[in-house]
């Protein structure tokens, strides 16, 4: 197997060799080769060559690798004239290689945090399109701006099916064990999200085991507060996604804790929800789980399924033992290494 590792910046490459020493381990347990193969990104790269990816990278992630693990990228300095950052690689990975799907578990684990409810769902975001799509090419004066929002027909189809397929491979929500795809949307107030819905329930009869369900998306942010347990997927625009992920990680113990993959037809990457962090930079107090739990979740796409659960379960022990436990500030109290550790030794 080929994985191609982009370091990042700020705690980026500490988090992408925690993984890859946990990687390797589990590997090594089910007798599975991995080469790592470094590929420079971010905004160091954009510093030092004018683009936040190295020439045919792109290409060489569609044809010679099996998957890619990515660590946060972009510093707060390196920004473009018009303000936006430089050296962040969202746009060009995402709509560079169609993976449309941005598929973002939120699960609280044992030990982490005390709840009156369990939370394990997935947040399925669009990710080629929605407002994100309009990156690098609003419009603006000194008295106006604008962004536009764009959805496709094409585009929402694939992921409401992405999600219905996801949902039928859960075990349901944990409050009912029901398997429900949740449409989260604005169609009240706007067309392109009322498109959104419209296709959404097309699509839902389609799939009559598994329940269809609707939040607005205000709803839906005071909902995974109040009611978290009621979810198992849910599908939504790009940016909507984004938020509510966010959200999301705040109730399971902090983004250090969450995981993603950008998934599409031909390739895909894995990375954390969260930025490159650079004041924690080189101070070994980062959290790399949802680092290491990207890393499980590259080996699940690429079949390697013993070895992924393998990771998550080495992960869930180390939390519920008290092992590893997380400060207020998402940092955790043993340090990046002491997580590393924890983890493969109870591989």
Do not use: W
């Amino acid at each position: 197997m080929r994985v191609a590792c982009i370091d990042g910046d700020g705690i980026g490459p500490e988090l992408v060799g925690s993984a890859r020493e946990v990687l390797a381990a589990a590997a090594d347990a089910d007798g599975i080769s991995i080469e790592f193969v470094d590929e420079p990104g971010g905004a160091r790269t954009f510093t030092e060559t004018g683009a936040p990816l190295a020439e045919g990278a792109l290409e060489r992630f569609r044809t010679t690798y099996d998957a890619v693990l990515k660590g946060p990228v972009g510093l707060p300095e390196v920004r473009h004239p018009d303000g936006t950052e430089a050296g962040v690689l969202g746009g060009v990975l995402r709509n560079g290689l169609d993976t449309y799907a941005n598929v973002r578990p939120v699960r609280l684990l044992p030990g982490v945090r005390e709840t009156g409810s369990p939370i394990n769902y997935v947040i399925v975001r669009e990710n080629t399109e929605g407002l994100y799509l309009s990156r690098g090419s609003g419009v603006r004066n000194d008295h106006a701006a604008s962004d536009q929002l764009l959805m496709t027909r094409v585009g929402v189809e694939r992921i409401v099916r992405f999600a219905f397929e996801l949902a039928r491979k859960r075990s349901g929500a944990p409050k009912d064990g029901v398997q429900r795809v949740t449409c989260v949307d604005k169609s009240n107030v706007l067309r392109s999200f009322a498109f959104f819905r419209a296709i959404f329930d097309e699509i839902a009869v389609q799939y009559p085991d598994v329940e269809a369900d609707h939040r607005y998306t205000d709803a839906a942010a005071h909902d995974l507060v109040a009611d978290p347990a009621h979810f198992d997927v849910l599908v939504t625009e790009n940016f909507v996604g984004d938020m509510l992920s966010d959200l999301g990680a705040a109730t399971v113990g902090g983004l250090g804790m969450c995981p993603s993959g950008n998934i599409g037809g031909t390739a895909a990457y894995f990375e954390p929800v969260h930025g490159s962090a650079p004041s924690l930079a080189g101070t070994g107090r980062a959290n790399p789980t949802s680092q290491i739990r990207s890393a499980a979740m590259l080996l699940e796409h690429v079949g390697a399924t013993a070895a992924a659960r393998r990771i998550e379960a080495a992960v869930e022990s180390a939390y519920a033992g008290g092992a590893v436990r997380v400060r207020p500030d998402g940092t955790p109290e043993c340090g990046t290494e002491g997580v590393t550790e924890a983890v493969i030794s109870r591989l």
